[in-house]
Every structure is written in structure tokens, then in C-alpha cells.
């Protein structure tokens, strides 16, 4: 339950709509239970003269009860209703803030914790979890200082009409609260399973659905079929089971309340037969209990969904504690100008324990074309993460400017600079808003034409019917490799980035179109360093620098010309490629 002390900052926030809540609670069971008694004394007045009633006498005294019994059932559920204007409400205000902080927090968390979490988990924080939590700060709350308020208003008018039956008649509750609180819990550890079992069989389908091309090309439908049928079935058994355990709740209920009831009458007639106390006041004793019962019973409900809260927010707890290891510690402004050294860089990853950088050294000067060549896996495109700082060096520095990286205004740092990432992820929105994305600021539709052009992608776009508004993603177009490399490169360029990192964003389009590229690029370079990754020799022969890459080694570098003389790997390299194109 400790977990839960996290909230209390909000209940701190919304205090006053809290307090009002709980005046509105007292209220509304000050009238609820004002009932009883008079029924109670009008059933002994009746009872006690019975000589000298008239049947006037009568109607006036029935209509006076029943009007009473409207007038206070109204003005009880009309606070009732403002109760959970307060209450209710402000549980849906925290879980919006909640959401929020939750969403916030992720957002600053670096690349390392999202290697660490799937997206599944991420997910089900701030949707599953918050909802369970949201319980215990509405009904939770809610329900709990409903029970303590009734049970005050209560008891004393109960124990004034007989102490020993008021003793008898709440035996009963505890124990219903109790048996309802076991059935609440398995009830809760059953839908669970449910919930489970179901985000499984979404998973399954999903998949299915994504890779229909694949399961079509390898005519697997059956055997994805029974994969689901086996998950559905599973799925079925869990929610009979739960549906089995769901409609003990209910009756439950009842038959603790007929056993309340009972013990009311039943003692209430022994009593009476002593003259102990009256009929009115048994009616009264049994309207009562009546009253409580439904509280006493959701002490039980609210205690389970207050341990499902609490678990849930422990593990909230956990994702709002962890702090990302990259942190923007300087807000000065700064002007970025390449000039990037690493300076004995090594990279090791934490999950597989594999060296991917060794010791590397080199300068990357203001203005120039640096490439990074190499075969798959040597390590190019760990170099571009720990350039654009999405971790750190496990040993080394690297100094930009002449600072090192880990001190400079990150967020500066990343504004001057566009990336091409090797995995092109594109939104599922329109072209232009995929193209716009490179900036924050106002983008006028000839910027983003512009940076199309340069990118060699226009005409491919002008193609579309709807052009720049084709919607792209699952329900839209679907760009060839090549296209979504260029459109994400129009979005790195639209940034008019000081630094430029293409990683290995050209592998998808041909040498002709390549070239193209690399010339429009050309044009610029003046007022920007650019950092092109390849396996290609074709896309980088033109750098001023070049450095040849083997298992997160740096083992030759030198101008295209200057490695050629060599004679090592990459001369090696460019006679293969050259071979392969003839
Ligand atoms: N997130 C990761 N966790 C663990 N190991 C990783 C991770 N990413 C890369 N590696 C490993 O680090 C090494 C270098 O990978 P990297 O992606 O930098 O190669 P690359 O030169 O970009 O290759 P490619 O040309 O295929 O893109 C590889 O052995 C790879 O298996
Ligand atoms: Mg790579």
C-alpha cells in the first residue's frame, strides 16, 4: 500500500474538491438515514392508539411519512450526485495528469531504457495500470469514507433504539465484507488472466495481419489460424472461469443481507416480547441495517481493487524512478561548427557484452565530408549513436568544439544537426508533415518542395495524386524503400543542419540516383560538415576523409586516393564492388 503514498501529491492538489467531497458524503448520508426512525415512530404510533385513529388521521400521517421519504431521498442523491461530481471527477483529472507525467518521464528516458522494456510494457503503464489506479483514487476513496461517515450517523441512533441488537445484527457484516473481499480478489486475479490471455491474441493477430504478405507468400494460414484458435481457447476457458467466480458477487450479497435481516426480526421479536424495544423501532433496525450492508460489502471490493491499485503503482513506481543516464546539465546556447574529435572511444553493450568500438580516434573538421566505410556489423552505425549522443562511450571522449560532448547543450546540440537514421521510420501521416517533422518552427510548402528536390524524391511525389498530402503508413501509400529513404532524407534536410549524418540512407537507391544526391548535397557543404556511413565505395569516394572500419577498429584511413595507394581493405573493397556492378 505504500506504493499508493505517491498520489498524495495530487490529492494535495486537488484539496479543496477533495474536502468538498467529503462534506458532500456526510451530507447526503446525514439525509439518507434520517428515515428510518420516523417510519419507525409513525409504525408505533399507529400501532400504540389504534382506538383513536381516523382514517383522515391516518392518510395525513402517511402522506407526511411518504412526503418525508421523497424530500430526503432527493435531497440525498442530490449530494450524492455532487459527491461524485468531486470525487469521481478529480480521480479523472489525477489520472490525466498522471498519464501526462508518466508520458513526460518517457519521453526523457534515453535510448538505452527503451532497448531495455518492450513497448508492450510501456503501454500497458500508462493505460492498464493507470486505470486500476484511478480505481482507488474514485470508488476506492470514494466508498471508504462513505462507510466510515454512514457507520457514524448510524450507529449511535442504533444503539439508542437496543445495544444488544445492534450488537447482533452487525456480527454478520464483517464477515460479509470479508467473504466479499475473497471473492473480489479472485475475481481480480482472474480478469488478469483474461487481460493477459487477451493482449496475447491481439499480439497473435496483429502480427498475422502486418505479415500477411509472408504468411500468404508461405501459405502458412493454417497453421496461424490454429496458432490463434489455441490462444482464443485459452481465452475462453479464462473468462469462464472468471464468469463462474463473478456471479458468486452478487448473491453473496444477498444472502448476507437475508441473514442480517433475519437476526433483526428474529431477536428484534424476542426483544419486543420483553417490551426491550418496539415494532417501529424493529422496522427501523431492520431499514438499518439495509443501509449498511452495501457499504460493509464494499469494504471488501474496495480493499481488493485498492491492492490491485497499489501493485499497479508500484510498478509505475519503478518506470517513474528510473533517471536516463543522458542528461542536459548546460542551457547556454552554442554554435556548432563540426570540428568533432573522438578521442580513444570504445563502446561495449551492456545487453550482449559486445565490443563494437575499440579505441577509436579521429577528427571530423568543420566543413569537410568525413565517411565511415566498413563491412556490416564493424560498427558504423554505433559510431552515429554515440555522435548524436543516444549513449555514451563506455570509455573516451569526444569533444566537439573543443568541449566535450557530455557537457554541451544537448538540445542545441541536436537542433544543429540532422540525422538520416539506417532504419527509416516514417509517421503514418502525410508526406509534407513527414517532411516538416525536421523542423519546430513555421515551414513554408516551397522549404519542404525544396528539400524534397534536393533529396531527389519530388518528382516521385508529384507522381502521387494527392502529391504532398498522400498519406503514408498502414491505411495509406506505400513508399518503395528507396522513396522512404529520400523522404527521410528531405527531413533531415529541411533542418538546414549544421552537421549532417547519413547512415547508410542510400543502400536502397541506385548508383545513378545516388549520385544525383551526392551532388545536390555537394552544393551546400560549404556551411556544413557531413558525416556520410556506407559499405559502398560509390557513395563516399568523393569525401575529403574516410575512415576504414573493421570489428570497431579503425584500421586504414585517408582520401579515396590515399587508401587506394594502400592497398589494404579498402582497395580490396572497391575491387569486389567494382566487379559486382560490371
Ligand atoms: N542494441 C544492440 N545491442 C547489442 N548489440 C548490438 C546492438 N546494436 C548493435 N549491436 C552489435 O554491435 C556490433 C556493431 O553493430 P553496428 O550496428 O554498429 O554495425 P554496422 O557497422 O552499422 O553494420 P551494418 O552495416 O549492418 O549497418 C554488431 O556486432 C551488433 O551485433
Ligand atoms: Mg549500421
Not at 122 to 133: G, K, P, W
Not at 287 to 295: A, C, G, H, S
Not at 395 to 417: A, C, F, H, W
Not at 464 to 469: A, I, R, V, Y
Request: charge should be neutral; charged fraction near 20%; glycine fraction near 6%.
Amino acid at each position: 500500500m505504500k506504493s499508493l503514498s505517491y498520489l498524495n501529491k495530487y490529492f494535495f492538489k486537488y484539496k479543496w474538491r477533495f474536502l468538498l467531497g467529503i462534506v458532500f458524503i456526510v451530507i447526503s448520508n446525514y439525509f439518507g438515514v434520517k428515515m428510518p426512525k420516523y417510519v419507525g415512530d409513525a409504525t408505533d404510533q399507529l400501532l400504540k392508539n389504534t382506538s383513536i385513529n381516523t382514517t383522515s388521521e391516518i392518510i395525513f400521517l402517511a402522506l407526511k411519512i411518504g412526503g418525508l421519504y421523497v424530500l430526503y431521498s432527493v435531497l440525498s442523491g442530490f449530494f450524492l450526485f455532487l459527491t461524485r461530481q468531486a470525487i469521481i471527477v478529480m480521480s479523472r483529472l489525477i489520472e490525466f495528469d498522471l498519464k501526462n507525467e508518466i508520458y513526460a518521464h518517457y519521453q526523457r528516458l534515453d535510448y538505452s531504457f527503451y532497448k531495455k522494456n518492450a513497448t508492450g510494457d510501456l503501454m500497458n503503464r500508462i493505460s492498464e495500470d493507470v486505470s486500476q489506479v484511478r480505481m482507488y483514487l474514485g470508488p476506492g476513496i470514494m466508498y471508504s469514507i462513505n462507510l466510515v461517515a454512514l457507520f457514524f450517523l448510524v450507529i449511535f441512533q442504533m444503539i439508542d433504539l437496543n445495544a444488544w441488537l445492534t450488537l447482533f445484527v452487525l456480527i454478520p457484516l464483517p464477515i460479509m465484507s470479508f467473504l466479499i473481499y475473497k471473492v473480489s480478489s479472485k475475481m481480480n486475479s482472474l480478469s488478469t488472466d483474461v487481460q493477459k490471455e487477451q493482449s496475447l491474441l491481439s499480439t497473435i493477430a496483429q502480427e498475422t495481419f502486418a505479415g500477411i504478405r509472408v504468411v500468404k507468400a508461405y501459405s502458412r494460414e493454417k497453421e496461424t489460424h490454429e496458432k490463434f484458435n489455441a490462444s482464443s481457447l485459452n481465452y475462453k476457458k479464462k473468462n469462464m472461469r472468471l464468469v463462474l467466480v463473478n456471479s458468486l458477487f452478487m448473491p453473496t450479497i444477498v444472502f448476507l443481507i437475508g441473514v442480517s435481516t433475519i437476526t433483526a426480526i428474529y431477536i428484534g421479536g424476542l426483544l419486543a416480547y420483553d417490551e426491550k424495544i418496539s415494532v417501529g423501532g424493529i422496522l427501523a433496525f431492520i431499514m438499518f441495517v439495509n443501509k449498511l450492508t452495501w457499504p460493509f460489502a464494499s469494504l471488501g471490493w474496495v480493499t481488493s481493487i485498492n491492492q490491485r491499485a497499489a501493485a499497479s503503482q508500484k510498478r509505475i513506481n519503478e518506470f517513474l524512478q528510473i533517471q536516463p543516464e543522458i542528461v542536459n546539465k548546460n542551457q547556454d546556447s552554442f554554435e556548432l561548427k563540426g570540428d568533432i574529435e573522438f578521442n580513444n572511444v570504445s563502446y561495449t553493450y551492456p545487453n550482449s557484452g559486445i565490443v563494437a568500438l575499440n579505441n577509436l580516434n579521429f577528427k571530423i573538421k568543420e566543413g569537410e565530408t568525413f565517411a565511415i566505410i566498413g563491412r556490416t556489423g564493424s560498427g558504423k552505425s554505433t559510431i552515429v549513436n554515440i555522435l548524436m549522443r543516444q549513449f555514451d562511450p563506455t570509455n573516451g571522449s569526444i569533444t566537439v568544439n573543443g568541449t566535450d560532448l557530455k557537457s554541451l547543450n544537448l538540445d542545441e546540440y541536436r537542433n544543429q544537426t540532422g540525422v538520416v537514421p539506417q532504419e527509416v521510420f516514417l509517421f503514418s501521416d502525410t508526406i509534407a508533415e513527414n517532411i516538416r517533422f525536421g523542423r519546430n518552427d513555421d515551414v513554408q510548402p516551397e522549404e519542404i518542395k525544396e528539400a524534397a528536390r534536393k533529396a531527389h524524391v519530388l518528382h516521385n511525389i508529384e507522381a502521387f495524386p494527392d502529391q504532398f498530402e498522400t498519406i503514408l503508413g498502414e491505411r495509406g501509400v506505400n513508399l518503395s524503400g528507396g522513396q522512404k529513404q529520400r523522404v527521410s532524407i528531405a527531413r533531415a534536410l529541411i533542418r538546414k543542419p549544421k552537421l549532417l549524418v547519413l547512415d547508410d540512407c542510400l543502400s536502397a537507391v541506385d548508383t545513378e540516383t545516388e549520385e544525383i544526391i551526392l551532388s545536390n548535397l555537394q552544393q551546400d557543404t560549404k556551411s556544413r560538415t557531413t558525416v556520410i556511413v556506407s559499405h559502398r565505395i560509390s557513395s563516399i569516394r568523393n569525401a575529403s576523409n574516410i575512415i576504414v572500419l573493421d570489428h570497431g577498429k579503425v584500421i586504414e584511413q585517408g582520401s579515396h586516393d590515399e587508401l587506394m595507394a594502400q592497398n589494404g581493405l579498402y582497395t580490396d573493397m572497391y575491387h569486389k564492388q567494382l566487379a559486382e556492378e560490371k
